[in-house]
């Protein structure tokens, strides 16, 4: 399951009135992530997400769930099951990326993507 795991300061609120639409493009794929929704508890966020690759649509949410001792957990929502396609893994590790571009006061702890380089700052309208 393709995921990226935070330590340390994770402010959910704070991350979705940051959040900017995530939407990348290449010659045959679109991906997008663009609707936010943060539970009462504040303790976990839904990014709803589409993977459209080679003709293929692949609708699913991206789910972030804060730690108990601070971090968070950055992975597909498991009541979703889209293939785990190179689209998916990309805007997971996108997503994981962002959160820790907006959280300074936290680290990657362990992950299974390629994440994007802290610098690239992909968003709403941006192209690969």
């Not at 293929?56 to 992975?75: E, I, M, N």
Request: glycine fraction near 8%.
């Amino acid at each position: 399951m393709p995921h990226v795991v935070l330590e340390g300061v994770i402010d959910l609120e704070s991350y979705v009135q940051q959040f900017e639409p995530i939407f990348l493009r290449n010659d045959r794929d679109v991906l997008r992530a663009d609707h936010i929704f943060l539970s009462r508890d504040t303790r976990t966020v839904l990014i709803e997400a589409l993977a459209l690759e080679a003709g293929r649509k692949q609708p699913f949410y991206v789910k972030v769930s804060a730690h108990d001792r601070g971090g968070a957990t950055v992975r597909i929502d498991p009541m979703t099951h889209p293939e785990r396609s190179e689209g998916v893994r990309t805007l997971v590790a996108e997503i994981g990326a962002d959160l820790l571009r907006r959280s300074p006061d936290a680290r990657l702890r362990v992950t299974n993507l390629d994440m994007p380089s802290p610098d690239s700052g992909k968003g709403e309208g941006q192209q690969r």
